[in-house]
């Protein structure tokens, strides 16, 4: 058996050569699940900055807070132009503009964080906000049964103050009428 030293200059000189021309290739792991699967093929196929506008408008105020959230909304993300980045155009109310554009850096950092990181830019355009408030829903009050009102009668009868007894009535009614009747089964 010979031994080979590692400090012999040619045959370092030919493990060189030889690594010069040999290269690896590199081994990709194998998908463990098909949703990983489709995963790794997706990322490959669809382009690197797809639009996120829907995705950030649904998060919008969990990214920015509620208090920012309530004076200004995302527009658009575009492009910055030459490799500089996204710039992300947020619509604001013209009274928090000054607010906002303070807020600016924070703002992008946190899209920028939530979108993966390439927002490079805020741009501010002051105007109406194109979000309507939410409705509250109206709930239909229904009518008190005559059992009901001669016992919410009675119940506040022995109150002496004749205008605190008809706040209190009336805070009953509220309450009796808000409240969904639990109809017990017939029972003949």
């Given at each position: 058996?010979v031994?080979?030293s590692?400090?012999d200059?040619?045959?370092?000189a030919?493990?060189?050569?030889?690594l010069r021309?040999?290269?690896a290739k590199?081994?990709?792991?194998?998908?463990?699940?098909?949703?990983?699967?489709?995963?790794r093929i997706?990322?490959?196929?669809?382009?690197?900055?797809?639009p996120?506008i829907?995705?950030l408008?649904?998060?919008?105020a969990?990214?920015?807070?509620?208090?920012i959230?309530?004076?200004?909304?995302?527009?658009?993300i575009?492009?910055?132009?030459?490799g500089?980045?996204?710039?992300?155009?947020?619509?604001?109310?013209p009274a928090?503009a000054?607010?906002i554009q303070?807020?600016?850096e924070?703002?992008?950092?946190?899209?920028?964080?939530?979108?993966g990181?390439?927002i490079?830019?805020?741009?501010?355009?002051?105007g109406?906000?194109?979000?309507?408030?939410?409705?509250?829903p109206?709930?239909a009050?229904?009518?008190?049964t005559?059992?009901?009102?001669?016992?919410?009668?009675?119940?506040?009868?022995?109150?002496?103050?004749?205008?605190?007894?008809?706040?209190?009535?009336a805070?009953?009614?509220?309450?009796l009428?808000?409240?969904?009747?639990?109809?017990e089964p017939?029972?003949?």
């Amino acid at each position: 058996m010979v031994m080979r030293s590692s400090l012999d200059p040619l045959e370092e000189a030919r493990a060189r050569i030889r690594l010069r021309h040999a290269r690896a290739k590199p081994v990709k792991p194998i998908a463990k699940t098909i949703g990983t699967l489709s995963q790794r093929i997706t990322r490959d196929r669809l382009p690197k900055k797809g639009p996120a506008i829907g995705r950030l408008k649904l998060v919008w105020a969990e990214i920015v807070g509620p208090q920012i959230a309530r004076v200004c909304e995302p527009e658009k993300i575009g492009s910055g132009g030459k490799g500089k980045g996204r710039v992300l155009t947020v619509q604001c109310i013209p009274a928090a503009a000054t607010m906002i554009q303070h807020q600016s850096e924070l703002i992008r950092q946190r899209v920028s964080v939530s979108l993966g990181g390439d927002i490079a830019e805020i741009r501010i355009k002051q105007g109406p906000l194109s979000r309507q408030a939410a409705p509250k829903p109206v709930r239909a009050l229904r009518p008190l049964t005559s059992e009901e009102r001669a016992s919410l009668e009675a119940s506040v009868a022995r109150i002496e103050d004749r205008s605190l007894r008809e706040a209190v009535l009336a805070l009953g009614e509220a309450v009796l009428a808000t409240e969904e009747r639990t109809q017990e089964p017939d029972r003949r």
